[in-house]
């Protein structure tokens, strides 16, 4: 996938192109074009990208529709609505699709309980750690008991990246190389992105995330 996104992607669609996460085999793309889908024919990509699921293509999760309200706290740990093109403009958000992804918790509980809200309340601190009560049926000496337990939902703390102070841009922790690489293109990553991060902010970054 790396291949395909640094080899293909980026030399094609250059800083209009954004990986906004990576799951176990597939990736959150967001490409500035005024038609995306003409653009990847014209550019004959779309050999690689087609819904026939041969080896080695990709493809378009939400070919018809409009991904809105994505949230990704971290791994496994992420939600997006999607609206049909067609009703982009003013489609009830109760008739909204979506995907859900909650690691640990039932698919029961996900899909019943589980809002798009509870997301995005985690990921803007507004109610950062979230809890479940999870019943399920567990064998114990060959007596099945019914086991009712508080687990923890939601936790917006990635152990494996450092969150910088506008709540987007993220680095992995104490890798060096990228704070220095991201130091030394930081006005270019403040405009691409329309952001404020200081070079300070990130060579702190080790300090202030330490476990």
Do not use: W
């Amino acid at each position: 996938m790396y291949k395909m996104f640094y080899e293909t992607l980026i030399p094609n669609f250059g800083d209009r192109i954004l990986n906004h996460a990576v799951d176990t085999d597939s990736m959150f793309l967001s490409i500035k074009s005024p038609n995306v889908y003409k653009e990847i024919k014209d550019l004959g990509l779309d050999k690689l990208i087609n819904s026939s699921k041969e080896l080695f293509t990709y493809q378009d999760e939400n070919a018809n529709d409009v991904m809105i309200n994505f949230n990704i706290i971290r791994a496994k740990q992420y939600s997006y609505e999607t609206i049909p093109k067609e009703t982009f403009v003013g489609q009830s958000p109760s008739k909204n699709k979506g995907v859900k992804k909650l690691k640990g918790i039932q698919k029961s509980i996900v899909a019943n309980r589980i809002t798009n809200k509870n997301y995005q309340d985690c990921l803007n601190d507004v109610n950062p750690k979230q809890f479940e009560i999870v019943n399920s049926l567990r064998s114990y000496k060959h007596n099945i008991n019914l086991v009712e337990q508080k687990k923890q939902s939601f936790f917006n703390f990635d152990d494996k990246r450092a969150i910088l102070s506008d709540g987007i841009t993220t680095i992995p922790h104490n890798y060096e190389k990228t704070k220095m690489n991201m130091i030394k293109n930081l006005d270019e990553i403040n405009k691409k992105y329309g952001t404020n991060v200081t070079d300070m902010e990130i060579y702190n970054v080790k300090i202030r995330y330490k476990i």
